[in-house]
């Protein structure tokens, strides 16, 4: 086994892994590939749902980092609090940021030029950052002044869990569905349900609708805060996936948009480029303009009129995340981006370049 950074000497290489845990005990996936390697892995579940106590969580942790070859965190504010936890240490270990994306309109930055300038120093202490949009990508490198050549892209995937279709009371007549927590459209997504008389099923968090009070239209049925199963159901059973969005510069869901392609689902999609890695015109749905209701409209007609196109969009992709977007895909890069990590490389290119 090769040695890297800090560590024991003759030893494999040791992970130290800040995430945001659901589950007491729970372990990424990329934690069984790496030990069959001979890696030692520490995975430290923080405050979930509480950018503050995670971020304490982190800068608190008792752990001595310098006897790890890589440290790594999760998500946007872990990241930064593993970096700012970094730069006051004479730790070696290689730090890289998995899955990193900010869906929310967030950042760690202040508006006042030399306070940023100071605050985007700290993120020059990951080596790589494992990214799941090449739109993001470019953001976070503009936004922070981050090297552009420390990104790498990678889909994001993972396999459908079981779910029953008996468990939910669908629409009697053929719908669409928008499923998603941050920067979903609930107000483009009523007026084309309103416009094209098609029934349709949007679940989102409680904060999301509380944010657009309006009262959704007849044919649209609310729903907050359910499990993941009970929305997979419900989009399961529709004859279209939608991802609206309010705006280009962040996070796009490319959760919901995955989830709908590996259930054969075709999609209608608002053009950014935070999603464009996934949704393709013509490919796996169709591309509507942002906020343009009556396009929204239109495409919900046509998918339910057409059937063919319907089953091609669906089919294609369907076949698209099951060959990149499966949990084994997924979990191959992320393993591929922390051996190269420890080894002080860049890995081989996961997907077409940032």
């Known amino acids: 086994?090769?040695?890297?950074?800090?560590?024991?000497?003759?030893?494999?290489?040791?992970?130290?892994?800040?995430?945001?845990?659901?589950?007491?005990?729970?372990?990424?996936?990329?934690?069984a590939p790496l030990e069959a390697q001979g890696w030692e892995i520490d995975c430290v579940a923080v405050s979930d749902y509480a950018p503050?106590?995670?971020?304490?969580?982190?800068?608190?942790?008792?752990?001595?980092?310098?006897?790890?070859?890589?440290?790594?965190?999760?998500?946007?504010?872990?990241?930064?609090?593993?970096?700012?936890?970094?730069?006051?240490s004479r730790v070696k270990a290689k730090a890289v940021a998995l899955t990193f994306n900010q869906s929310s309109r967030r950042l760690a930055l202040t508006g006042f030029r030399p306070i940023d300038a100071l605050l985007n120093r700290v993120w020059r202490r990951i080596a790589l950052f494992l990214v799941h949009?090449?739109?993001?990508?470019r953001l976070f490198a503009q936004v922070h002044d981050i090297p552009a050549d420390r990104f790498v892209f990678s889909y994001w995937g993972y396999d459908l869990p079981d779910f029953s279709r008996a468990k939910v009371k669908v629409p009697d007549q053929p719908y669409?569905?928008?499923?998603?927590?941050?920067?979903?459209?609930?107000?483009?997504?009523?007026?084309?349900?309103?416009?094209?008389?098609?029934?349709?099923?949007?679940?989102t968090a409680g904060y999301m609708a509380s944010r657009y009070p309006a009262r959704p239209p007849a044919n649209v049925t609310l729903l907050v805060d359910r499990?993941?199963?009970?929305?997979?159901?419900?989009?399961?059973?529709?004859?279209?996936?939608?991802?609206?969005?309010?705006d280009s510069n962040r996070g796009a869901g490319h959760i919901?948009?995955?989830?709908?392609?590996?259930?054969?689902?075709?999609?209608?999609?608002?053009?950014?480029?935070?999603?464009?890695?996934?949704?393709?015109?013509?490919?796996?749905?169709?591309?509507?303009?942002?906020?343009?209701?009556?396009?929204?409209?239109?495409?919900?007609?046509?998918?339910?009129?057409?059937?063919?196109?319907?089953?091609?969009l669906g089919s294609a992709g369907k076949k698209f995340a099951l060959e990149h977007?499966?949990?084994?895909?997924?979990?191959?890069?992320?393993?591929?981006?922390l051996v190269a990590a420890a080894m002080g490389k860049r890995p081989e290119i996961l997907e077409d370049s940032v």
């Open 176 to 203: 669409v569905t928008m499923v998603g927590r941050n920067n979903r459209d609930l107000a483009t997504l009523y007026a084309a349900a309103e416009r094209s008389g098609v029934p349709a099923v949007v679940i």
């Open 52 to 88: 503050a106590r995670g971020i304490l969580d982190v800068l608190q942790c008792r752990r001595d980092f310098s006897n790890y070859n890589v440290v790594a965190a999760s998500e946007y504010f872990l990241t930064w609090a593993l970096c700012l936890r970094l730069l006051f």
């Open 256 to 312: 919901s948009a995955v989830s709908a392609m590996l259930l054969g689902k075709p999609q209608i999609f608002s053009d950014v480029a935070p999603i464009a890695d996934y949704l393709i015109d013509d490919f796996n749905g169709i591309a509507v303009t942002l906020g343009d209701a009556e396009a929204v409209a239109d495409a919900i007609r046509r998918l339910k009129e057409d059937s063919a196109l319907a089953e091609r």
């Open 1 to 31: 086994m090769f040695h890297s950074g800090s560590g024991s000497p003759g030893e494999g290489p040791r992970l130290l892994y800040f995430f945001r845990g659901e589950e007491p005990g729970a372990r990424p996936s990329f934690a």
């Open 133 to 137: 949009s090449r739109a993001e990508a």
């Open 227 to 246: 499990p993941m199963e009970e929305c997979l159901s419900y989009v399961d059973r529709s004859f279209a996936h939608l991802v609206l969005v309010t």
């Open 325 to 337: 977007m499966s949990d084994q895909a997924s979990t191959s890069r992320t393993v591929r981006t």
